[in-house]
């Protein structure tokens, strides 16, 4: 996991593509995926669990 956290941290146009839905990450679960991208684009009020993903 940390891996594809790096792999989207550096290409910041997959991870926009994954957003809007006209990409996926393969090996990585739909509910995983859905958790991926709110941590990169959701206002973040528990800034402890942000942290923890990057």
């Known amino acids: ?3 594809i956290i ?3 941290i550096n290409n ?5 593509k994954v ?3 006209k990409a996926s990450l393969v ?8 958790a991926i991208v709110e941590v ?3 206002q973040h009020d528990n800034l402890d669990s942000y942290y923890y993903w990057q």
């Open 40 to 42: 990169f684009f959701e």
């Open 1 to 3: 996991m940390q891996q």
């Open 19 to 21: 957003k809007e839905g």
């Open 12 to 16: 910041g146009d997959v991870l926009s």
């Open 6 to 8: 790096q792999f989207l």
């Open 27 to 34: 090996g990585v679960s739909s509910e995983e995926q859905k």
